[in-house]
């Protein structure tokens, strides 16, 4: 299986210690467009950070209670300024970035950036006599001018106030409005007593065509100061910082996942290709005596329109064809990308759509006792995906999304695993196919009473290398491309399912010891009686991943 580097096997590293992929990443040319340092927003240059200066440390606190650090970026290339300050978790090694910018037209009234005239104090630690810190950290509320925004806090160690010209603020229009995104710190998020909390901000409105980019910046909850932050606005939108076809095929040779089966697996993927030549049949309602054979590539399937029952694909009526094409095709298995812009351009999302023939039955454990769901769970046809998020500044992997039912989790890639260079390593789950960065169980329910969905992920000798077999699908930004028919059919991928989801659940309870609502832990996909419709007709298609 090769050498691995895996993020959650690691000694944690200090705070201060940099991240490193395990392998060179690609060079990339130092011109205009892709990774070439930084973006033009309109009348704010940006470029992404991440080397920093340690302002100030907590050591409790926060996830994993290992306190947190602050950092402001250094150092700043000339002609750009802070916008505001890093922080982490101490709980992985340091990885992340923060924007600096340049304003490209510098004449007085219409300056992009300006200094603040005051700062407030929002908070500082030193009444925080029980938690173990490094000295005192106090964070300052940048004041910007009439007509201008703060889009970061700086942080010092002193109570004095920092000097005016050490962070900028943004003129109004080129703002947009943001909110908490993933903690940081705090006592405990989950308390209303809580004296501080730290999350990371994004941009409210994320989508393939959403304007606002992401700061890297920080905000405080739980203090008696107002906070006002924003996030920045790429008004010029330009997709050419957007990677081109070698470029993609370069980012996916680097980063490509690596997906582990469980060795119980017997619905693995195929290509849609070969899906369909195995003799798919396409049913129009109304005329369900007199199916139609789906052509190879989807050539004869409806196109357009909407999810509204009228037609539906299923399995060949043979039994043993039918046995047979539900376990897939691994040989064939293709992964099918959809690449497309996130936060105002400045990343480049590459989805990775992976189908199977069949959805296995689900499993339900019940503190010592594992439960068969019956058909609970089965499906014909099911989409999987995984996305890489890449900076468009530098090229480097960010952070993977891998979907979980009808849900999912963001990673960052200092806390994955990889193999064969920085190849990522994910793992689906049995049956249900989830994708998760590590290998175990995974309980959907009350984990800590032991009750809820088996979510079983675990290494074999059963592995798709998703950078073998892949195929660019669309990529709006790219005008050449033409996307295959099967990706414009938007109705069901399967069909309705015949079974009485009651009388399932109820031979399933009589299995249950106690008073256990089993309805209640199961995810809501799992009760559906459809096929998934296709990758395109995903919420996350123009939009951001579902967490």
């Not at 926060?62 to 982490?88: H, K, R, V, W």
């Not at 490209?104 to 938690?131: C, F, G, H, K, Q």
């Not at 998760?436 to 169980?441: A, D, F, M, S």
Request: negative net charge.
């Amino acid at each position: 299986m090769g050498n691995s580097v895996s993020g959650a096997a690691r000694k944690v590293l200090p705070i201060d210690t940099l991240f490193t992929f395990p392998s060179q990443l690609p060079t990339w040319p130092k011109d205009e467009g892709f990774a070439s340092g930084s973006i033009n927003l309109g009348e704010l240059e940006v470029c992404q950070i991440s080397t920093f200066n340690k302002v100030w440390a907590t050591l409790q606190g926060g996830p994993g209670n290992l306190g947190a650090t602050f950092f402001e970026p250094s150092p700043i290339p000339d002609g750009f300024f802070m916008l505001g300050c890093y922080a982490q978790p101490n709980n992985t090694p340091l990885f992340g970035w923060v924007l600096a910018g340049k304003g490209i037209s510098n004449d007085t009234p219409i300056r992009a950036l300006m200094m603040p005239v005051d700062y407030t104090l929002v908070w500082s630690s030193e009444s925080m006599m029980s938690i173990k810190k490094e000295g005192n950290g106090f964070f300052w509320l940048p004041t910007p001018p009439e007509g201008y925004s703060a889009v970061g806090l700086v942080v010092t160690n002193s109570p004095d106030k920092p000097p005016l010209d050490k962070v900028r603020c943004v003129r109004s229009d080129l703002v947009d409005s943001c909110e908490q995104n993933i903690w940081i710190w705090g006592e405990d998020k989950a308390s209303d007593t809580s004296d501080i909390n730290v999350y990371g901000l994004r941009p409210n409105i994320r989508g393939t065509n959403a304007l606002g980019v992401q700061v890297g910046t920080f905000i405080v909850d739980g203090t008696t100061a107002s906070l006002s932050l924003s996030c920045l606005k790429n008004i010029n939108f330009n997709l050419s910082y957007m990677p081109n076809l070698t470029q993609i095929d370069e980012l996916v040779q680097a980063y490509s996942p690596r997906i582990y089966f469980h060795r119980d697996e017997s619905y693995l993927p195929s290509s849609v290709n070969w899906y369909f030549n195995q003799g798919v049949l396409l049913y129009q309602q109304g005329n369900v005596t007199n199916p139609v054979l789906v052509e190879p590539n989807g050539l004869n399937l409806p196109q357009g329109g909407s999810n509204d029952g009228t037609y539906w694909l299923d399995l060949p009526t043979d039994e043993n064809t039918k046995e047979r094409v539900k376990k897939g095709d691994l040989q064939s298995s293709m992964v099918y990308l959809h690449i497309k812009p996130m936060l105002g351009a400045t990343f480049t999302d590459i989805a990775m759509w992976i189908f199977y023939p069949f959805n296995g039955p689900a499993r339900a454990k019940v503190q010592l006792i594992d439960i068969p769901l019956g058909k609970i769970g089965e499906h014909i046809g099911d989409w999987e995906h995984l996305t890489l998020r890449i900076s468009n500044f530098t090229g480097d992997l960010w952070r993977v999304y891998m979907s979980q039912h009808s849900t999912g989790i963001w990673a960052n890639a200092s806390e994955l695993e990889f193999e064969s260079g920085n190849k990522v390593v994910a793992h689906a789950t049995l049956s249900g196919h989830a994708i998760y960065p590590k290998e175990g169980l995974v309980l959907q329910g009350n984990a800590t009473l032991g009750i809820g969905i088996r979510n079983d992920a675990a290494k074999s000798d059963i592995v798709m290398d998703t950078g073998i077999r892949y195929e660019v699908v669309s990529a709006e930004y790219l005008s050449t491309l033409t996307e295959p028919a099967w990706l414009n059919y938007t109705r069901k991928w399967g069909p309705r399912i015949s079974y009485s989801i009651a009388n399932e659940i109820s031979f399933v309870e009589n299995l249950i010891p106690g008073d256990v609502d089993i309805i209640g832990i199961l995810p809501a996909e799992l009760l559906g009686e459809d096929g998934p419709t296709g990758p395109k007709m995903k919420n996350n298609w123009n939009g951001d991943e579902a967490i």
